[in-house]
């Protein structure tokens, strides 16, 4: 991996990939060197109009850039089944789970799930359950989570997902639903190779990125000081998003890239080139991954058929 660059992603010619949250930050950057190197890429975000300008900017940037807009809102199970349902294409070579959000006051989705938990973990699940037919059907598919080192604050408590419980804390419940993602990760990667299957699935994180997720919470709070301070953190402190989405295109493209690896930044898992990251033991846990899977098959009601025997 070392100093390993977008400029050594393989050529897509003829592969399909879906981004979601493409329209900004690691999912903007991620889609257009994609379709710098040739793939099909379809921009799954929530608001068409920043989808649509998203894609306009991919085709400025990388003429006879084949991208797509379909409208997906992680937040409501509904347009989650909806977009699986248009997804237009036989093959998916490429599912890039990285739309999330980040610290946000206690809230709740269309489906009444915290926010958090349920934009950045059961919108995904539910999202790849029902893209599985499609990656099953494709040669050498990949599946990619992009999780976060702030996964590390906290394991999952299986019996409180939906944060009723205790009194809700903005980042650890952040970083339960990272955590999610990578048990997610773990327990996808088991199933597939139970099945014989060779989809790989990998996750990734891009340290310390300076994009709009940061200051996201303190704005919807109207924290006008803590905007600044994210902001000015982000200046100072953080890594660019083409920098900060290299450890996904990496999981994403680069051959032997191997299931249930994660990926991130070199430099005190901070930034840097793409290189192997060390995540919290409780994220490599069976139980806790067959648990968490039964649990998001019931709140979702997808139920990963392609996978049963």
């Known amino acids: 991996m070392a100093g390993w660059s977008a400029g050594d992603i393989p050529d897509q010619s003829g592969r399909t990939a879906v981004v979601t949250g493409a329209n900004s930050g690691i999912g903007y950057v991620t889609a257009r060197e994609l379709a710098r190197k040739r793939a099909r890429v379809v921009l799954a975000c929530r608001s068409e109009v920043r ?79 029902l893209l599985m037919p499609a990656l099953l059907a494709t040669p050498g598919a990949r599946v990619v989570n992009v999780a976060s080192m702030v996964h590390a604050l906290s394991n999952i408590d299986i019996d409180d997902l939906n944060s009723e419980r205790r009194p809700y804390r903005k980042w650890i419940a952040y970083a339960r639903s990272k955590t999610a993602n990578l048990l997610f990760t773990h327990e996808l990667a088991r199933r597939l190779d139970a099945l014989g299957s060779d989809v790989v699935v990998a996750a990734a994180h891009p340290g310390y990125a300076s994009t709009n997720l940061q200051a996201a919470g303190p704005r919807l709070e109207g924290r006008k000081g803590a905007e600044r301070f994210m902001e000015i953190g982000n200046r100072f402190f953080g890594q660019s998003a083409d920098a900060g989405a290299l450890p996904t295109l990496y999981a994403a493209t680069a051959p032997g890239v191997r299931p249930d690896s994660f990926t991130g930044p070199s430099f005190a898992m901070w930034r840097g080139a793409p290189a192997k990251s060390w995540r919290a033991r409780w994220t490599l846990d069976d139980t806790a991954g067959e648990r968490l899977w039964a649990a998001s098959e019931q709140l979702t009601g997808v139920t990963y058929d392609a996978l049963k025997p």
């Open 51 to 129: 989808g649509a300008e998203a894609g306009d900017r991919i085709v400025t940037e990388v003429p006879g850039a084949d991208v797509v807009f379909l409208r997906l809102d992680l937040g409501d199970l509904g347009s989650v089944r909806e977009f699986a349902g248009a997804y237009p294409f036989e093959r998916l070579d490429l599912l890039v789970n990285n739309a999330g959000v980040m610290a946000l006051p206690l809230g709740r989705t269309a489906d009444g799930f915290e926010t958090q938990f349920g934009v950045n973990h059961l919108g995904h699940f539910a999202l790849t359950g």
